[in-house]
């Protein structure tokens, strides 16, 4: 549960939003688009990333507790927006990083809708070798996920491999093949 610092700091996070945002224009279903039902605040990706970057310039010296607190609260915040901020605020604070565990991960996941929500934890958090310095841990999570009867979660499965994973399992084994393939080749 938030404190009324990190309440505080999420409240001003929102107040930037609505600041910022513009009204809906044409017939473009946003919310559809990104297959969410969350509300939508009509902002640009430059836009979040400045809200990010003063945010955090203004909050030095917030604490690994306290980003963790406002981290709970954006994940489950009412809008599309605050459920994918956590992502941009970590691009500007990787000092913070390790408070991705995937345990966090997964609860995370389990209040969030939408391809956008969902790609916007599990493809910019993490790479490749953070994933697979943590395999064990990592494939018990990601099995799970896959067997959920969140949707959401399972969908955070597909990414999660697809986007950090399995592109080192193929250049591993198309290296290896390489490798074997050369070595065939000399003997030849």
């Not at 996070?13 to 017939?27: M, P, Q, S, W, Y």
């Not at 836009?47 to 970057?53: P, R």
């Not at 604490?63 to 915040?77: H, I, M, S």
């Amino acid at each position: 549960m938030a404190n009324d610092v990190t309440q505080k700091m999420h409240q001003e996070i929102i107040a930037e939003f609505k600041r910022l945002d513009v009204a809906k224009t044409g017939h473009f279903n946003l919310s559809s688009y990104l297959g969410t039902q969350n509300k939508l605040y009509h902002l640009k990706s430059a836009q979040e990333n400045a809200i990010a970057k003063e945010f955090l310039s203004r909050h030095k010296d917030i604490t690994k507790g306290q980003f963790l607190d406002l981290l709970n609260a954006l994940y489950a915040g009412q809008s599309s927006n605050e459920r994918t901020f956590g992502t941009r605020l970590l691009a500007y604070k990787k000092v913070y990083k390790p408070v991705f565990t995937s345990q966090r991960i997964f609860d995370w996941l389990g209040g969030l809708s939408g391809w956008c929500e969902v790609d916007s934890l599990c493809q910019c958090s993490f790479t490749a070798q953070g994933l697979l310095g943590d395999w064990d841990n990592w494939s018990r999570i990601v099995d799970s996920m896959s067997q959920d009867a969140n949707i959401s979660r399972r969908q955070a499965s597909l990414v999660l491999l697809t986007k950090s994973v399995l592109p080192q399992f193929v250049i591993k084994e198309v290296s290896n093949k390489l490798e074997f393939g050369t070595k065939t080749i000399k003997r030849v």
